[in-house]
């Protein structure tokens, strides 16, 4: 159904996914484990046609998507796959009803009323019978994550994509959610790829893959249990048929089977340097031990600035005649250090036909400072002004606008190289100042008033 054939992705010069390869069939649950910064929410974001891949294909029922004209990518993407990304983004003012309506109601997958039937029927599979009117400011984090999924699933996705859907998640919620999106699979019949770091988790997939350094190879679970069973146990394939070692065996008197073992012993040994030596596995970790010295600092760094930072949008207010303040939270959500931003630069752009048309956008307060510190919540503060006619309307009156902010990130406010350049690029639908709600009621239908801003998934 999906075949990915050599996606590769750079970002700033390094490869952040190497020419990978998956093929995904219908109804299938494949997982993807690895490091944090190898490559997997870039390869689930090309996976899913949220990014589009530098080189490679993305084969769609054996037809290359990204040479698919815009309007049936964005199709592709509303109709026929679902994301979960791993923080919640429900809509604070919607209830969990009409949050897991909403994207049935953007995308015209059916008649208002269908989609709320279809989102009430959802939230009560997920256990959510009762919360319909709930706020997510009230939900704990297990129901948030249920209408999450609810809502991925409205538009009844051929595949799910679940981007470490439940790593924030105390065990017992993360257990309870995963075996939720297990059930759904089975009575919906979609095809799962599931990023986490949970081997447990991940081994109940069909097929494992793992990430490493932008590589996608297949990740043989089961070897890797039985290595970590205990000693008595580790050299039990090669000795031992596959099969289940029998329960009870058969008490052996002491020094009888002594030349035995010491045989056994031998082999095992010989094994486990066979494999020391020319194990591609084996070599592999061992060279990755020796770089992991060398590279330490940097995947520091980058942890600092991809994992520890989050940064969203707030909100987006209209100050009328097509002025607006953007508010955008930064997040510093490591163990308690500062993080400091530099130079950072805000960009506005509206798309207009195919293309990205700049707009003015200008630092408020805090926001123009240089140097930023960040140690909890911070919220930085611009104003833009979009004035652009003929812009592309992928929700009827709306504009599809991108900010882009580019900063280096540093753990420390007098850098000695130690820096990091992020780029993040936020989008949403913007309402124009001088379009009544009425008119954009005629087309497209809201849980009530149509808001200024929707946030949409990163692509
Ligand atoms: P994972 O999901 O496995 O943690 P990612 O796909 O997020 O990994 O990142 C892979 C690599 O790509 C990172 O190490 C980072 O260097 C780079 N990268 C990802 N997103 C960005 C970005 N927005 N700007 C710059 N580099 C990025
Ligand atoms: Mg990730």
Not at 154 to 159: G, H, K, Y
Not at 350 to 356: D, G, N, R, T
Request: proline share 7%.
């Amino acid at each position: 159904m999906l075949s990915a054939r050599g996606l590769h992705k750079r970002y700033d010069g390094a490869d952040a996914v190497c020419g990978a390869s998956l093929d995904i069939e219908k109804g299938e649950f494949v997982s993807i484990v690895g490091r944090s910064g190898s490559g997997k929410s870039t390869l689930l974001a090309m996976l899913g046609a949220l990014t589009p891949p530098d080189a490679g294909e993305l084969l769609i029922d054996g037809a290359d998507l990204w040479r698919m004209a815009e309007r049936r990518i964005a199709d592709y993407r509303c109709r026929r796959i679902g994301f979960v990304f791993q923080f919640p983004s429900l809509l604070p003012n919607l209830t969990a009803l009409d949050n897991t309506a909403l994207p049935a109601l953007l995308g015209h997958a059916m008649p208002a009323e269908a989609a709320y039937v279809r989102a009430a029927d959802l939230l009560a599979r997920v256990g959510l019978g009762e919360r319909l009117l709930a706020y997510p400011g009230t939900m704990s984090g297990g129901e948030e994550r249920r209408t999450v999924i609810a809502r991925a699933l409205v538009n009844s996705p051929q595949l799910l994509f679940a981007d470490e859907p439940t790593s924030d998640l105390d065990q017992d919620t993360e257990t309870d959610v995963i075996d939720l999106l297990h059930e759904l699979q089975a009575s919906e019949g979609f095809g799962l790829v599931l990023v986490t770091h949970n081997l447990e988790l991940a081994r109940r997939a069909e097929r494992c893959y793992e990430m490493r350094d932008g590589v996608l190879a297949a990740f043989d679970l089961p070897t890797i249990a039985v290595a970590r069973r205990p000693p008595s146990r580790v050299f039990g394939p090669a000795v031992e048929p596959a099969a289940p070692a029998p329960s009870a065996p058969a008490p052996v008197p002491l020094g009888r089977d002594l030349w035995g073992g010491v045989q056994r012993v031998l082999v095992a040994a010989a094994m486990v340097l066979g494999l020391v030596l020319g194990g591609d596995f084996v070599l592999g970790r061992y060279q990755a031990a020796q770089l992991r010295e060398r590279s330490a600092r940097a995947a520091v760094l980058a942890e600092t600035a991809l994992d520890s930072l989050r940064g969203e949008v707030a909100s987006v207010t209209d100050l009328g005649d097509r002025h607006y303040e953007l508010a955008i939270d930064l997040r510093n959500v490591g163990d308690g250090r500062a993080i400091y931003v530099m130079a950072p630069d805000m960009r506005a752009y509206v798309q207009v036909a195919q293309e990205w048309r700049e707009v003015p956008i200008s630092a408020e307060g805090r926001a123009a400072a240089k140097v930023q510190k960040i140690v909890g919540l911070e919220t930085y503060r611009y104003r833009f002004r979009a004035q652009v006619t003929g812009y592309a309307q992928l929700l009827p009156n709306y504009m599809h606008v991108r900010f882009a902010d580019t900063m280096l990130v540093s753990p420390s406010d007098t850098p000695k190289g130690e820096v990091f350049e992020r780029r993040d690029n936020y989008y949403v639908y913007l309402k124009p100042s001088d379009i009544p709600d009425n008119v954009i009621l005629e087309r497209v239908h809201f849980p009530g008033k149509p808001p200024v801003w929707i946030p949409m998934p990163p692509h």
